[in-house]
């Protein structure tokens, strides 16, 4: 199953939600990058603004955070004010591997509140680093840039990384996230991903309508 998500990151930030409604009917996910200027050197939304977002699709909350633990219930509650009951039970939270010392207990805290769960690698990041948690998330996102900004071109050596989880888990929902077009969604999806994130490629795209569908291939 092929599933799409614009990132608002590469949104007008002074009108949200009506950037939202611009894209929600031909989406999947809304892809909401949260960044706190340790993890990575760029800031974003706190827990806050998401509960003042509004969407009629689950959220894709990537936490580009430091120890994620202390902040799930905030940035869950805020989803649930942004989406409701239903599409929250729908909605993922993806905790990157390299912010946390406690994997397993930050997957087990994310679906207690209810919610889907991803694990986040960096592109330099290795899969055995999932060992522990793989046969409990909902998804892994490859990250195909740094994360940190929105723009940047696509690092194609994660490629077999995508391959080698495809073979381990073959109905794994499986996520990349940076630099992600037409081609190298393509590119991407011949390895095995099956969710596209993209920011620049719809945000900046005359017809976001054409550029959401052009990824599902
Ligand atoms: C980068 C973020 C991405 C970003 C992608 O750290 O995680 O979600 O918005 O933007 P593009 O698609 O422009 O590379
Ligand atoms: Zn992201």
Redesign the pocket.
């Known amino acids: 199953m092929i599933l799409v998500a614009p ?1 608002i ?2 949104a007008d930030f002074g009108n949200l939600n009506s950037e939202i409604a611009s894209v929600e009917l031909f989406s999947d996910l809304i ?1 909401v ?1 949260i960044m706190d200027g340790h993890f ?1 050197p760029n800031i974003t939304f706190g827990p806050g603004q998401v509960g003042k977002m509004r969407a009629n699709k689950p959220f894709d909350v ?1 936490l ?1 955070i430091e120890n994620p633990e202390k902040y799930l219930k905030d940035f869950a509650d805020g989803v649930m004010q942004a989406v409701g009951s239903e599409l929250y039970a729908r909605s993922f939270l993806v905790v990157h591997q390299e912010a946390t010392k406690d994997l397993v207990g930050t997957v087990r805290m994310v679906k207690a509140l209810g919610m889907k769960v991803g694990v986040a690698l960096n592109p330099a990041t290795s899969l055995d680093t999932l060992e522990d948690v793989l046969d409990d998330v909902d998804m892994v996102l490859c990250m195909t ?1 740094n ?6 071109k696509f690092i194609e050596s994660v490629m077999p990384k995508i391959s080698q989880l495809r073979a381990l888990r073959p109905d794994l929902h499986i996520e990349v ?4 077009n037409l081609e190298t969604a393509r590119v991407a999806r011949q390895a095995g991903a099956n969710i596209f ?5 719809v945000f900046g795209a005359p017809d976001r309508k054409t550029a959401l569908e052009s990824l599902r291939g």
């Open positions: 990132s990151l590469s892809h990058d990575v990537h580009m840039v994360p940190g900004f929105g723009g940047q996230d940076g630099g992600i994130v993209a920011g620049n490629y």
